[in-house]
């Protein structure tokens, strides 16, 4: 069965830095699609950053040049490099694993709370 355990959210002031990390456990890594949700208090959970197979990246227009997606497979963890951090990244942030070969699957970890906030 496969499982998604996200750690190192947190409390940081506005410009301050934070990385998540996502470890993936119960099946192969390297054969998903991952990526990083967020929702914040009242609104629709949204994308901000997904990593194909092969590495190639997307971002939220919010995010591009702040965040970054990467994964090691090695590690089974997928990471998710957070700079330059605004009030408005307050949001609880979920990994997400997509397998898109048969059987196909989507896959969510628990949440993480990130809160920018002097």
């Known amino acids: 069965q496969v499982q998604l355990v996200e750690s190192g959210g947190g409390l940081v002031q506005p410009g301050g830095s934070l990385r998540l990390s996502c470890v993936l456990s119960?099946?192969?890594?390297?054969?998903?699609?991952m990526g990083w949700y967020r929702q914040a208090p009242g609104k629709q959970r949204e994308l901000v950053a997904a990593?194909?197979?092969?590495?190639?990246?997307n971002y939220a227009d919010s995010v591009k040049g702040r965040f970054t997606i990467s994964r090691d497979n090695a590690k089974n963890t997928t990471y998710l490099q957070m700079n330059s951090l605004e009030p408005e990244d307050t949001a609880v942030y979920y990994c997400?694993?997509?397998?898109?070969?048969?059987?196909?699957?989507?896959?969510w970890g628990q949440g993480t709370q990130v809160t920018v906030s002097s």
């Open positions: 997400n694993a997509q397998r898109w070969t048969i059987p196909r699957g989507v896959y």
């Open positions: 119960g099946s192969i890594f390297s054969i998903y699609v």
């Open positions: 990593i194909t197979t092969g590495g190639l990246t």
